[in-house]
């Protein structure tokens, strides 16, 4: 936590000078005696001395939170923020030449990715990577989405499996533009792949890679079962693990990645939260006010 106006807490001086204000009030001796008729006001004497001095420390406590609300105090809070860059890692690989998701893995996946690139918002820049025996980056993330679906069309499979390699490209395209527009901007990796990895190196350790720069990995297989790869390497990024086992799963899958968000730490200032505290104690001072009253 850090405060926007420190030097607020020159206030807290006061509080000193207050509290002798106080004590000498209590030992100011009673001009007048008062008879206690009933057994029910006896009672209510306080029988040590911190229960007559309930109210003060309510109070002063109550002070001490407005003068910290004062300060102007900032906190690192998650905030839902749509992401800017979202980078496509296709696997095109010999085995996404297989039939079992019509007409083809890699063919589903085109027409599933050619939908998201169409429906992403207008202001979201989309990258395009493929990986086999090795990874290129087909596009670096731009606005241009033409030129997007027809590259993306273009893709053909043969070879192994580099997801480590993919990965790896996917994260230095979104480092390389932070860099040029000298910002952190939102970014994730949408990865699509039907196998385990086969070449290249390690995807978890690239994972490592992609967490320090705050990009979340979203894994889509496309087999019926378990990748546990995929799926850790979603659970390590903070992404999301799903599976596709049909073109029309695959299409429902990515519209619902389309609509990229991403939570970052950004720091809010929380007055509104100590003021919340400091009407809490004053209530609190106020109901034992009434209490003694009645």
Partial sequence: MRFEWPWIFGLLALLPGLAIVYLRALRRPAPVSVAVSTVSLVARIPQSRWPRHRGALLVLGAL??????????????PVRRPAAVLVLAIDTSGSMMQTDVAPSRLNAVQVAAGSLISAAPHHVQVGLVRFSNRADLVASPTT????????????????????????????QAIEALRRASGTAVPARI?????????????PLGVAA???????PIDAVGLKRDDDPVLRQLARMTGGIYVEAASGEE???????????????WQEQEVSALLAGVAALLTLAVVARVATQII
């Fill in 250 to 264: 695959l299409s429902a899958v990515l519209a619902r990645l389309g609509a990229v968000h991403v939570w970052r």
């Fill in 190 to 202: 949408v990865l699509l792949s039907d196998g385990e990895n086969t070449a290249g190196p390690d």
């Fill in 64 to 77: 001490i939170t407005v003068i910290g609300g004062m300060a102007r105090p900032m906190l690192p809070l």
């Fill in 144 to 171: 241009e989405r033409a030129r997007l679906r027809e590259l993306l069309g273009r893709l053909t499979a043969e070879g192994l499996t580099a997801i480590g390699e993919g990965l790896d490209t996917a994260v």
């Fill in 209 to 215: 890679r992609a967490v320090d720069a705050r990009v």
